[in-house]
């Protein structure tokens, strides 16, 4: 049976899952998404990815077309039609088709579109030995051009930071921001264990507000791990005890290897991988 697709409140066979060329998400990415995990048939923290959804819309002038609720309803429908128990949800909300000018005035009606399928996960190689990451040279884009806080379907920042990591035979890369400070990863954020602490760099260093982040943060307070959201480095992260990633496709994947580096011992830390264990109980049970 073919995938089914929701696009403005039907279902398509997925062959069939159409949008117009002069849609402007597709000639200009202007438009906004989501990506989101299903376990055990559940959508994970589907209103915190509802709500930055909202955010990044409201941020770039874009007025979702129909209510939260029905937001959730249509993904929980697309989830259950399609029989995805443990998988992967991408939500986009698009401008619309319009003319071939800029003008989002001149769009028609947004675009709600979810696509669930099935997802192809990390071997489990990368997390029994964790990751090796390479910092690129592509920055993140600086906030005040376009704020890495919109999850925004211009994805070509990260697109170019990825290139440049896969060709140094990397999955992931580092990105820094305008002022050199670590910022995040082309899909996930980065954290440290430095001294018994967790760090990762705060919002405001221009990444995006994770939600799998914001769930590793409350694990580890509820363990009493102090968390500290600060500037960083690529030397606070050379001389970490650990490094992990945070994604809602990656989960917790931890790194052993920055820039030829080896971090720590080389070999994936206690607190991630209790973090690892934890963030497994929290989306198994
Ligand atoms: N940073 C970037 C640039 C991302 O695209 C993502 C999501 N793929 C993340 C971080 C991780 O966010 P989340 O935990 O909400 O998936």
């Given at each position: 049976m073919s995938l089914k697709v929701y696009i403005a409140g039907k279902l398509y066979d997925k062959e069939d899952a159409k949008v117009s060329v002069y849609d402007h998400g597709f000639l200009y990415g202007d438009g906004v998404?989501?990506?989101m995990r299903v376990y055990g048939g559940k959508v994970f923290r589907l209103e915190e990815h509802l709500d930055r959804l909202w955010n990044s819309a409201k941020a770039?002038?874009?007025?979702?077309?129909?209510?939260?609720?029905?937001?959730a309803d249509a993904v929980n429908e697309t989830v259950r039609t399609n029989g995805i128990d443990d998988g992967y949800v991408r939500l986009v909300v698009s401008r619309g088709a319009g003319t071939l000018g800029l003008?989002?005035?001149?769009?028609?009606?947004?675009?709600?579109?979810?696509?669930?399928?099935?997802?192809?996960?990390?071997?489990?190689?990368?997390?029994?030995?964790?990751?090796?990451?390479?910092?690129?040279?592509?920055?993140?884009?600086?906030?005040?051009?376009?704020?890495?806080?919109?999850?925004?379907?211009?994805?070509?920042?990260?697109?170019?930071?990825?290139?440049e990591g896969i060709q140094a035979g990397c999955v992931e890369a580092l990105m820094l921001n305008h002022k050199g400070e670590v910022?995040?990863?082309?899909?996930d954020n980065i954290f440290?264990?430095?001294?018994?602490?967790?760090?990762?760099?705060?919002?405001?260093?221009?990444?995006?507000?994770?939600?799998?982040?914001?769930v590793v943060i409350e694990l580890a307070e509820?363990?009493?791990?102090?968390?500290?959201?600060?500037?960083?480095?690529?030397?606070?992260?050379?001389?970490?005890?650990?490094?992990?990633?945070?994604g809602s496709a990656a989960e917790v994947v931890p790194v052993i290897k920055v820039?030829?580096?080896?971090?720590?011992?080389?070999?994936?830390?206690?607190?991630?991988?209790r973090l690892m264990s934890l963030f497994r109980e929290a989306t198994r049970s």
């Amino acid at each position: 049976m073919s995938l089914k697709v929701y696009i403005a409140g039907k279902l398509y066979d997925k062959e069939d899952a159409k949008v117009s060329v002069y849609d402007h998400g597709f000639l200009y990415g202007d438009g906004v998404f989501e990506g989101m995990r299903v376990y055990g048939g559940k959508v994970f923290r589907l209103e915190e990815h509802l709500d930055r959804l909202w955010n990044s819309a409201k941020a770039i002038w874009l007025e979702v077309p129909i209510s939260k609720e029905e937001m959730a309803d249509a993904v929980n429908e697309t989830v259950r039609t399609n029989g995805i128990d443990d998988g992967y949800v991408r939500l986009v909300v698009s401008r619309g088709a319009g003319t071939l000018g800029l003008d989002p005035n001149k769009t028609s009606n947004p675009q709600v579109i979810v696509i669930a399928d099935h997802i192809v996960l990390y071997p489990d190689e990368y997390y029994e030995k964790g990751l090796e990451i390479i910092t690129v040279s592509t920055i993140r884009n600086h906030p005040t051009a376009l704020n890495p806080r919109i999850k925004s379907l211009n994805y070509l920042n990260n697109i170019l930071a990825k290139i440049e990591g896969i060709q140094a035979g990397c999955v992931e890369a580092l990105m820094l921001n305008h002022k050199g400070e670590v910022a995040e990863c082309t899909g996930d954020n980065i954290f440290l264990v430095s001294r018994g602490q967790l760090l990762t760099p705060p919002i405001d260093a221009g990444i995006l507000e994770g939600i799998t982040r914001d769930v590793v943060i409350e694990l580890a307070e509820k363990e009493d791990i102090t968390v500290r959201q600060i500037p960083l480095t690529k030397h606070d992260v050379y001389i970490a005890d650990e490094c992990f990633l945070t994604g809602s496709a990656a989960e917790v994947v931890p790194v052993i290897k920055v820039d030829s580096r080896k971090i720590g011992d080389g070999k994936p830390g206690s607190t991630t991988r209790r973090l690892m264990s934890l963030f497994r109980e929290a989306t198994r049970s």
